[in-house]
């Protein structure tokens, strides 16, 4: 294989979360006066850390969004993942591969820990990521498009970022794995190509992705 190190990004990738917390995201923000649709959150957020959120709300209106936006935001999207989430399609097969070819693998996810761990739980993908393997915009206080989370984790996986690639579906996402000298595999299941031009490659399918890493 030409990669030493596979970066998985989690909401998007691994588990087919988006469309879950994108409606939330919309619904939230709209209840609290900032008139948000399903695409505007796709568009704007996804892949974003929820600084971004506050951050972004507050440049385009001047207003901050209440102390308590995480933890509500939160609990209705896990209580939500808990109904609803599962892997995403062909995911499983890849980290078989992989573990089975003994290539090296990580998730670096702009959601937080708890975050992480909730969806691996419900979808049963914790089996494929114990503690070493899980790192979050938590562990560095400034998520994507910064490159410090992908060089974190490839810093912590003990491998150069030439040496390593980022399986990613958002903007944001390729933007920082490029940023950190990483190659960057773009994954359009929900995202149109275009918007992931950065990427060296571009594949639809999970299915694809064992040969892109040959």
Known sequence: MRYDLVIFDNDGVLVDSEPISNRLLAAYLTELGHPTSYEDSIRDYMGSAMHRIHELIQERTGQRLPDSFDDVFHGRVFA??????????????????????????????????????????????????????????????????????????????GVGPSRCVVVEDSPLGVEAAVAAGMDVYGFTRMTPAARLAGAGQLFADMSELPALLA
């Open 80 to 157: 939500a993942f808990e109904r609803e989430l599962e892997a995403v399609a062909g995911v499983v097969d890849v980290l078989e591969k992989l573990a089975a070819d003994g290539v090296p693998y990580c998730v670096a996810s702009s959601g937080s820990h708890e975050r992480i761990r909730v969806g691996h739980r419900t979808t049963g993908l914790d089996r494929w990521f114990e503690d070493s393997r899980i790192f979050s915009s938590q562990d560095v206080g400034k998520g994507k498009p910064a490159p410090d989370l992908f060089l974190h984790a490839a810093e912590r996986m």
